[in-house]
């Protein structure tokens, strides 16, 4: 096994960790989670000013021919600042299916804008009665003429309030659970038919509810293959495990880190209380967590790009399922450590905390992946 | 990155196997290898020519520096080649002697003391750390045993127990401190000290985790050798001996051997009709957390910032996870002592499994078995709390 990075990927890891560490401070985050857009324009400028929005697509098309590592490495920093831009929904999700699925037309269309930041996305995929299950799909899309008509609902799209387009699940033939019948439709957010509810989100992102009504598009909005949308829809959500776990990863290691920090300042009973055993190993606990979830987040990217398959989706479930448990531990121990403090919204520990949480559920919990690692 | 070894690791990995099957695996039928692994006493001929096949090959003690007999082996060699060993069940190449003593006397040691060193890389000669005492507390200044100097020897009395490998050790490695008044932090030594003489008595200790009895040894003015003792400060040792050092090979090399016996079972319980459920689910959590295990013992070989014994801990709670799961597994089968049912040669109790199957044992032992760690009264928590978190020592 081979844990080293490439001289490029060194390079990328350090500009990302520079910004999140120099530019990326915990108050100004939370300002801009409050603006009307909930996240800051002129960051979102920068990254792409980097190069950070065009990482994980190919040359070809305009981007620098990233893959698996470069996106955990990217995330892993994004998580210990606590990103609030729409990196994931964006490039990963969205840019994500286009990557794997879309003609060129759809590349050239959609792909040249999210590079240089002009243009946000959203992947609409999940259904109230669905869970989990990316195949439970009841949004149709009937062909009509020379296009389709798409009517149906879409819950909590991640990045709905900025999305410029949409690509969106919907059931082309077979019953609400086959896993055929399932096609991807890219299309404008503005088309006529499209309605949203939006909303902000526990770790302060935003979402919206979308509500499909007679939508038309034409058939050159079809991502892929008509009926074998899934295998598209499903690599980008691994693609979106994955990095939503390295930004757990990252998330955890600032929280164990600042815990020890604290721990050692705090002073209780006339010493620190850093020096209580108890308090010690739990601490141990939260660094162990923490060098898990990394240790298996290696070894999903390692897998994701060697190539799709089933040992990469195998992969990317055991890390989430770690992920979802070691970050509610160390989530969990870091407020308590923290006592009070640790509860007040002024302090970023909630917060970490909060976001931790919520990557618990997203693409599936500890139950959803452990029980897709058994079944793989 | 990449996930697989390289093809020349993988090339080693190839010989080892073929080393290992060539000179264990085909040599004894599963329940007579099972029982040389656990030490008992009526397979010592089997230990031996297994320790002899080893030694002739060159990787007894791959770890030291090649003019002691050490391999040039990278990292990850010596890795595939321990991993390789644990899982199948080999007798232990990393002994106290190979993997504590010996470079021990190689970093610290003088000209005679080096001379031990032929029979440590040979196997011919145990042994055993004498540090804890009787109602001693766990810390440096609790040792009661007593040393003395003459012209021609050191005078040693005390009595150590719960010694692992005490019962048959040529040598050990003795923790002591002088007779005269001196401040506790200069009283500690060390003495080098051979164990088949006449102030020496010693009787088993029976260990939760069966095999090969622990000791209690008594030393009445036993005699070690005027170069006997060995210059290292004793906090250095006990760093040493805990497992916080880099160089200590024994703690990282346990998921291979921990993923054979959950895949193991795994697949045995896919095929039994009265399973229940939470039981695989539990069992496809331990393989995940098994795989992270993995993950960190390959980076612990290359990140210095992931402490080693991290690495121990995990895998010592994860041999526990197993133990609960394969207890569960056995159903009502998990009430025979199993030693007992190995030691009557009458094949396994439970008929459903063929013999050597019923790895419970590898696995208790393993839970189990007294670490150098738990001998000294080191929690491996407090060590990484200090060493890699930076947290202040707590108070005694």
New interface residues.
């Given amino acids: 096994?081979?844990?080293?990075?490439t001289e490029e990927q060194t390079l990328l890891q350090e500009s990302v960790s520079r910004f999140m560490q120099n530019d990326y401070g915990f108050d100004a985050r939370q300002k801009n989670a409050q603006s009307e857009e909930g996240f800051s324009t002129a960051n979102w400028q920068t990254f792409a000013e980097l190069g950070w929005l065009g990482v994980p697509f190919s040359e070809a098309d305009g981007g620098f021919g990233g893959g698996a590592?470069e996106t955990i490495l990217m995330s892993e920093q994004f998580g210990r600042g606590l990103l609030i831009e729409p990196f994931l929904a964006t490039v990963v999700l969205a840019g994500g299916a286009l990557k794997h699925g879309g003609s060129e037309a759809q590349k050239t269309q959609y792909l040249p804008g999210i590079i240089d930041g002009s243009v946000h996305g959203a992947l609409a995929f999940v259904e109230p009665q669905a869970r989990f299950n990316l195949a439970d799909i009841t949004t149709t899309a009937v062909a009509d003429g020379d296009g389709y008509v798409l009517n149906g609902y879409k819950a909590v799209v991640l990045n709905g309030p900025q999305a410029n387009f949409l690509v969106v699940s919907a059931r082309t033939s077979g019953d609400q659970r086959d896993e055929d019948g399932i096609s991807l439709f890219v299309m404008d957010a503005a088309t006529a038919g499209i309605s949203r509810r939006d909303y902000p989100t526990v770790d302060a992102f935003r979402a919206s509810e979308i509500t499909f009504e007679n939508v038309k598009v034409g058939a050159d909005s079809l991502l892929g293959e008509a009926g074998k949308g899934l295998a598209i829809l499903q690599q980008a959500i691994d693609d979106g495990v994955l990095a939503v776990g390295a930004e757990a990863v990252g998330c955890m290691e600032v929280l164990y880190k600042d815990t020890?920090e604290y721990?050692?300042q705090r002073e209780q009973f006339g010493?620190?209380i850093?020096?209580?055993?108890v308090l010690?190993?739990r601490?141990?606990?939260m660094?162990?967590e923490h060098?898990?979830?990394?240790?298996?987040m290696?070894?999903a990217?390692?897998?994701m790009?060697?190539g799709y398959g089933a040992e990469a989706q195998k992969?990317v479930s055991?890390f989430k399922?770690?992920v979802g448990k070691s970050g509610k531990f160390v989530g969990q121990s870091a407020v308590q450590l923290h006592g009070g403090m640790g509860m007040t919204e002024e302090l970023n520990i909630g917060h970490y905390f909060k976001r931790l949480t919520i990557i618990d559920t997203l693409f599936g919990n500890v139950d959803f992946h452990?029980?897709r690692?058994?079944t793989l | 990155?990449?996930?697989?070894?390289?093809e020349a690791e993988q090339a080693f990995a190839d010989q080892v196997e073929q080393f290992i099957a060539q000179n264990w695996l085909n040599i004894a039928e599963p329940s007579r290898r099972m029982r040389a692994w656990l030490n008992a006493g009526d397979t010592e001929p089997l230990r031996k020519q297994w320790y002899r096949s080893v030694v002739e090959a060159g990787w007894s003690v791959p770890h030291w520096p090649q003019q002691y007999g050490g391999c040039d082996w990278s990292p990850?060699q010596l890795h595939i080649w321990l991993s390789a060993c644990l899982k199948h069940q080999t007798p232990a190449v990393l002994t106290f002697a190979t993997a504590h003593v010996g470079p021990l006397l190689i970093e610290y040691g003088d000209t005679a003391q080096l001379a031990l060193l032929p029979d440590i890389a040979t196997f011919e000669e145990n042994w055993c750390l004498g540090w804890a005492e009787q109602a001693s507390v766990p810390d440096d200044f609790g040792v009661m045993t007593r040393m003395s100097r003459t012209a021609r020897h050191i005078s040693i009395r005390g009595t150590k127990t719960r010694v692992i490998e005490g019962m048959r050790a040529q040598w050990m490695m003795c923790i002591t401190r002088a007779e005269d008044n001196q401040s506790p932090e200069h009283q500690s030594s060390i003495i080098l000290l051979p164990l088949q003489q006449h102030g020496i008595a010693r009787s088993p200790k029976a260990a939760l985790s069966s095999g090969q009895p622990m000791a209690e040894i008594v030393m009445t003015d036993a005699l070690a050798p005027p170069w006997g003792e060995l210059k290292i400060p004793l906090s250095e040792l006990r760093k040493r001996l805990s497992g916080m050092t880099a160089s200590d090979l024994s703690i990282s090399v346990d998921g291979a051997a921990l993923m054979q016996q959950a895949q193991g079972l795994t697949n045995r319980l896919h095929s039994e009709p009265n399973i229940e459920l939470g039981l695989?689910?539990d069992c496809?959590?331990l393989?995940?957390?098994i795989?992270?295990?993995?993950?960190?013992e390959?980076?612990s070989l290359?990140?210095s910032k992931?402490p080693p014994t991290?690495v121990r801990?995990?895998a010592q709670a994860l041999w526990g996870k197993l133990s609960e799961l394969q207890i569960a597994a056995f159903g009502y089968y998990a009430l025979p002592f199993v030693d007992s049912a190995l030691a009557d040669n009458e094949g396994p109790v439970d008929n459903t499994r063929p013999m050597g199957e019923m790895d419970m044992t590898m696995v208790m032992r393993r839970m189990l078995s007294p670490t150098i760690a738990t001998e000294l009264g080191l929690?491996l928590?407090?060590s990484?709390?200090?060493e890699?978190?930076?947290?202040?020592?707590?108070?005694q």
Avoid at chain 1, 1 to 5: A, I, P
Avoid at chain 1, 274 to 277: D, H, M, S
Avoid at chain 2, 389 to 395: F, H, I, K, M, W
């Fill in positions: 096994m081979d844990f080293s990075f590592i020890v721990c050692k010493q620190a850093g020096k209580f055993q010690q190993h601490m141990v606990d660094f162990m060098e898990q979830s990394k240790s298996l290696f070894m990217a390692m897998r790009a060697e992969a055991a399922v770690q452990l029980q690692y058994g | 990155m990449q996930s697989q070894l390289s990850q695989l689910r496809d959590e393989a995940i957390e795989l992270a295990l993995l993950g960190m390959q980076r290359t990140d992931l991290m801990l995990r929690d928590r407090d990484l709390a200090q890699a978190l930076g947290l202040p020592a707590q108070d």
